[in-house]
């Protein structure tokens, strides 16, 4: 098997992907249309020619104009259902999903409505292919303390189906240890953690994030290699870090895939991963992220089969699960 068919074969997780930034536009035209919202785009061409972004900002800033179209329960499952198709045709098994309740909870969309559109999505996916995933609550970082404690209070009703607490949103300037005492109260809920750090932010961010929110493990996490202590911690201890390729090229944090970091990452041991996280902006899916990035880089089958080993040891599904995953990796030829 040449590489690029064991990308499309072989068995994946995908642990960072935000529900919003699956919206492709020609849904987003839809959903618009049957909810009565403006866009001030005139068509999906328009929509995706605006796609065009020098950083993290200038890409939120659109993400959070397009994510007003949604507005009931059946957009959200229209959303989360999309998704999980194009999880089907990647052979991604297994996927743990973010969702910004405040995106939609400060324009009056209830947090209920939210999660029950996608938790209903998620259930259909278990019924009809056996697809598992995990949700992931994120705090938007540019938003107030107390505004993260009103969204935690209004999880809990919701809690053993939300797995972690996670952080997103405009980074630098927003170190974690804004949110300290909110996954403080989180972790007593029994909420596990995970952030996003070091994706434009410093290795300092890193640090805190581990120490001061518990994480599990670090969402992008590509800086920390500038801090040699920091990332022979993250080595050993094998945190983690879910990186995004296609997504650091367009947000400008890499010039171009072949100046990626990622192969240096893996070589020097880290439990790296390979994710879309805003897949309907950044140009693909899962495999196309695999893809793009095994060409850029040089990886061979024994890369790619580490990467999907990795974003199962990265999971949170259990020990039993992940080893199921691993062994059926290891027995393919
Ligand atoms: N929200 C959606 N995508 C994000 C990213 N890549 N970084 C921070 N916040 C996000
Ligand atoms: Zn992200």
Partial sequence: MNTQELIRKIPKAELHLHIEGSLEPELMFEIARRNRIPIRFKSVEEVRAAYSFHNLQSFLDIYYEGAKVLMVEQDFYDLTRAYLLRCKEDHVVHTEIFFDPQTHTQRGVPFETVFKGIHRALEDGQKEWGMTSKLILCFLRHLSEEDAFQTLREAIPFKKHIVAVGLDSSEVGHPPSKFKRVFEAALAEGFLAVAHAGEEGPPSYIHE????????????????????????????????????????????????????????????????TVNSDDPAYFGGYMNQNFLETASALGLGPGEIRKLAENSFEGSFLSDAEKQGWIKKIREMN
């Fill in 209 to 272: 994030a581990l120490d001061l929110l518990h994480v599990k493990r670090i969402d992008h996490g590509v800086r920390s290699i500038e801090d040699a202590q920091l990332f022979e911690r993250i080595v050993s201890s094998r945190i983690p870090l879910t990186v995004c390729p296609l997504s650091n090229v367009k947000l400008k944090v890499f010039q171009k895939l072949s100046d990626h970091n990622l192969r240096k990452l893996l070589d020097a041991g880290a439990c790296v």
